[in-house]
């Protein structure tokens, strides 16, 4: 009898068909060489260890042998030297994607990764799952996300990535988003595609916490002078909406914005 043992991160061209139909194929994907929660505590004891050792780390094999080899941190060098250096620019940028967006399908990856396709991007990269269709970061990637997109790069990913949840409608998400990377352009853009598109689907409890995510020295942009307008709106004083919107007109047309006005 001859058995033939093939490894890799993607199945190889080769007809496999007949024989998976014949009980001829034994296949291992990455889930079941993951560690299972009984399998990591049995190796901590092993170690004479305790398994919360281990931390959010996921049973990926070569993770856990690193934390019990060195110590909690181990890990993170590990991505940071072994396989961030041997990305693509492409897949590090669908990474941050994932990172940004909570997952990344297709359509983010086209705006800001090259057009990587998410089965790719999952098939290639450790620690990113493919799930329904979109490419999903594991957590500890969050770790080495300032390393992801180089800094002239940031603007135009930033805000790709802001425009497709503002595509998706999620608007909460690409606020927060622009909120946290300090992109007060975006998040005007997010605040006034959000109130033309029908403000009233937002709700007083979202515009009230946009609100308090703004610093002073943003607040005069007509765009949040507007959000406060229909906060006012919504809330307890409808009263002040009106000179509110028209303050907000008013620096529009200054501004000589056609489309805000």
């Known amino acids: 009898n001859t058995h033939l043992v093939l490894a890799g991160r993607e199945l190889p061209p080769l007809p496999l068909t007949r024989l998976r139909a014949a009980g001829q194929l034994l296949e291992f994907d990455e889930v079941d060489l993951l560690f299972r929660p009984e399998e990591l505590a049995e190796m901590a004891a092993r170690n004479g260890t305790d398994s919360s050792a281990f931390g959010d780390l996921?049973?990926?094999?070569?993770?856990?042998?690193?934390?019990?080899?060195?110590?909690?941190?181990?890990?993170l060098e590990f991505l940071r030297e072994e396989v961030l250096s041997s990305l693509s620019v492409a897949h590090?940028?669908?990474?941050?994607?994932?990172?940004?967006?909570?997952?990344?399908?297709?359509?983010l990856l086209e705006a800001?990764?090259?057009g990587?396709?998410?089965?790719?991007?999952?098939?290639?990269?450790?620690?990113v799952d493919l799930r329904n269709g979109r490419a999903v970061a594991h957590a500890l990637w969050s770790e080495v996300a300032d390393r992801l997109v180089a800094d002239d790069d940031q603007h135009r990913f930033q805000s790709g990535v802001v425009r497709h949840l503002l595509e998706d409608r999620r608007l909460d998400d690409a606020f927060a988003l622009a909120a946290t990377t300090a992109r007060w352009d975006?998040?005007?853009?997010?605040?006034?595609?959000?109130?033309?598109?029908?403000?009233?689907?937002?709700?007083?409890a979202t515009t009230t916490r946009w609100l308090r995510k703004?610093?002073?020295?943003?607040?005069?942009?007509?765009?949040?002078?507007?959000?406060?307008?229909?906060?006012?709106?919504?809330?307890?004083?409808p009263a002040r909406a009106g000179p509110l919107a028209e303050q907000a007109r008013a620096a529009f047309v200054e501004r000589g914005d056609e489309r805000a006005e």
Do not use: K, M
């Open 58 to 75: 996921p049973g990926w094999p070569a993770l856990i042998r690193l934390a019990l080899a060195a110590d909690a941190d181990a890990p």
């Open 186 to 204: 975006l998040a005007a853009e997010v605040a006034l595609e959000s109130i033309a598109s029908g403000g009233l689907t937002i709700g007083a």
């Open 112 to 114: 800001v990764a090259e």
């Open 214 to 237: 703004i610093p002073r020295t943003e607040r005069a942009r007509p765009e949040f002078v507007l959000l406060r307008a229909l906060d006012t709106r919504l809330g307890d004083e």
């Open 92 to 107: 590090r940028h669908g990474v941050a994607a994932s990172l940004l967006a909570g997952g990344a399908d297709d359509r």
């Open 116 to 127: 990587l396709p998410a089965r790719d991007l999952a098939a290639n990269v450790p620690l």
